[in-house]
């Protein structure tokens, strides 16, 4: 029993030794003016909010310049990336952050002028959607050890997704009225780039949200609604799930837990309220404006 013990205390040592990440598809990412949150979706419901993780921008991290803390606010976007051991950062008024959850150190920052979406690509590579530059709306890949430097930029209207999906080795970006599939190529050298693979026009103009769903399906979300999009036909279809999809701004389902969460657009173009389906509950922070809400993977 006594080397059972030893054997069982040495494999939990050496799972927290690798910093392995305890979030899970019940804990959500939200993050809406200054202030980021880890929520409990098992154990909230109405303002009764179960938190387990918390970062306010004013307080800094190690490794980010100070003036970042006026740079990231409002937040636009959290998003779990890493086995879910970071949260991307991405701020409309100019910042994109990758944010180390156990020690709360910046990993990468960057100014990028509304920057509404990134995500995480081989070879520690980022990817951003944002809508205004002084080069023009752009998608934008940086290396994360030079923060500085754009590597590679595509004109992309009203950039406001990107998705990378690791099956089909395609980074996905969708921009006001079109949503692009590209391949990455010569990634392991100085000077990577995009091949563009497809341009697809969305049926609901005014992109505002792209998810990946599962291998074969993503969501996108857009003035006019919410529509399923099929990777390999590059077809639109409705999303049934929700019947009214107006104004919605951030969409997410979990096919296996058949689990919605979505956010609307409500106080201008922000909301206080988180919508959730199965089971079905509204979870709302008064004190934060959110946008884009990210469930654990």
């Known amino acids: 029993m ?150 590679y930029r595509d004109s992309l209207y009203s950039g406001h997704g990107a998705v990378w999906h690791a099956e089909r080795e395609s980074l996905y970006a969708l921009g006001y009225d079109v949503l692009r599939e590209y391949k990455l190529k010569d990634w392991n050298t100085d000077t990577p780039s995009l091949e563009l693979v497809s341009s697809t026009p969305i049926p609901v103009k005014s992109g505002h949200d792209l998810v990946k769903v599962d291998k074969q399906r993503m969501l996108v979300s857009g003035h006019e609604g919410v529509m399923w999009f099929d990777v390999e036909s590059k077809e639109f279809s409705p999303f049934e799930p929700l019947k009214d999809t107006h104004n919605v701004k951030s969409v997410n389902y979990n096919d296996k837990l058949n689990r919605l969460i979505y956010t609307k657009g409500e106080v201008s173009w922000w909301t206080h309220n988180i919508y959730q389906k199965n089971p079905d509950k509204t979870i709302t922070i008064d004190s934060m404006n959110i946008y884009k809400v990210r469930p654990a993977w």
């Open 2 to 151: 006594k080397k059972l013990s030893r054997i069982f205390l040495g494999l939990l040592v050496a799972i927290i030794a690798t910093g392995c990440s305890t979030y899970n598809e019940n804990h959500l990412a939200v993050c809406g003016g200054n202030e980021v949150k880890i929520i409990d979706l098992s154990k909230s419901e109405g303002r009764n909010v179960h938190q387990v993780w918390s970062w306010n921008i004013e307080d800094g991290a190690e490794g980010m310049p100070t003036e970042y803390s006026k740079y990231l606010m409002p937040l636009d976007e959290c998003k779990f990336v890493d086995g879910n051991k970071k949260l991307l950062l991405t701020s409309s008024r100019s910042a994109v952050v990758l944010l180390d959850l156990k020690s709360k150190k910046c990993d990468f920052y960057a100014r990028v002028p509304m920057a509404h979406s990134a995500d995480l690509l081989p070879n520690n590579r980022i990817a951003v959607a944002l809508s205004t530059n002084k080069a023009g709306n752009s998608l934008e890949i940086y290396d994360i050890s030079q923060p500085e430097k754009v590597l």
